[in-house]
T-cell receptor
Framework: DAGVIQSPRHEVTEMGQEVTLRCKPI?????LFWYRQTMMRGLELLIY????????DSGMPEDRFSAKMPNASFSTLKIQPSEPRDSAVYFC????????????FGQGTRLTVV | DQQVKQNSPSLSVQEGRISILNCDYT??????FLWYKKYPAEGPTFLIS?????DKNEDGRFTVFLNKSAKHLSLHIVPSQPGDSAVYFC??????????FGAGTRLTVKP
């Protein structure tokens, strides 16, 4: 398996533009997580899905952030409109949802909003 | 609120000595605890875990200790090697698979 695949690896956009980050989880995994890495909070959980259903989105910073998981093999995190303070590395991870198990991470998307 | 806390942003040790990384958590519903290692420009990779029914788990040079009454866990690396230099994240999850991470500790192992 290729692991968790995120795209793009890098994104530079202007303030006010819409940004869409993409994630393909590991086949067979039924939990998917979106994290944002910041210096102060480390890996901050934004939202996670079990079996394509959002379970907890309390970590989503504002209404400008939205996430979808239309099927078991694809998820998006959208920021609209983007702001400079959204600049960070965004990670997607997947795991099996039953039992104690580790999550596997993608390589991340480095977002820069100028 | 930060449910998983790593209060030491950085740690520096000499090669061959023990590295001890600490982590505290607040949510008593957490029942599975993990340590991840992260190199620059890469995603975190799983290192070692422990279930709440245990108080110790060992894997080679890495040992994780869990003190449930204190809501504290630690990662011991012995002997430390320069290749262990990375950011280490502590994580905890509950039976809903909600996985929370700490802020990370940057470990530097000096040759």
């Amino acid at each position: 398996d290729a692991g968790v695949i995120q795209s793009p690896r890098h994104e530079v956009t202007e303030m006010g533009q819409e940004v869409t980050l993409r994630c393909k989880p590991i086949s067979g995994h039924n939990s998917l997580f979106w994290y944002r890495q910041t210096m102060m909070r480390g890996l901050e959980l934004l939202i996670y899905f079990n079996n394509n259903v959002p379970i907890d989105d309390s970590g989503m910073p504002e209404d400008r952030f939205s996430a979808k998981m239309p099927n078991a093999s694809f998820s998006t995190l959208k920021i609209q409109p983007s702001e400079p303070r959204d600049s960070a590395v965004y990670f997607c991870a997947s795991s099996l949802s039953h039992g104690s198990t580790e999550a596997f991470f993608g390589q991340g998307t480095r977002l820069t909003v100028v | 609120d930060q449910q998983v806390k790593q209060n030491s942003p950085s740690l520096s040790v000499q090669e061959g000595r023990i590295s001890i990384l600490n982590c505290d958590y607040t949510n008593s519903m957490f029942d599975y605890f993990l340590w991840y290692k992260k190199y620059p420009a890469e995603g975190p990779t799983f290192l070692i875990s422990i279930s709440s029914i245990k108080d110790k788990n060992e894997d080679g040079r890495f040992t994780v200790f869990l003190n449930k009454s204190a809501k504290h866990l630690s990662l011991h690396i012995v002997p430390s090697q320069p290749g262990d230099s990375a950011v280490y994240f502590c994580a905890a999850s509950d039976n809903n698979n909600d996985m929370r991470f700490g802020a990370g500790t940057r470990l530097t192992v000096k040759p």
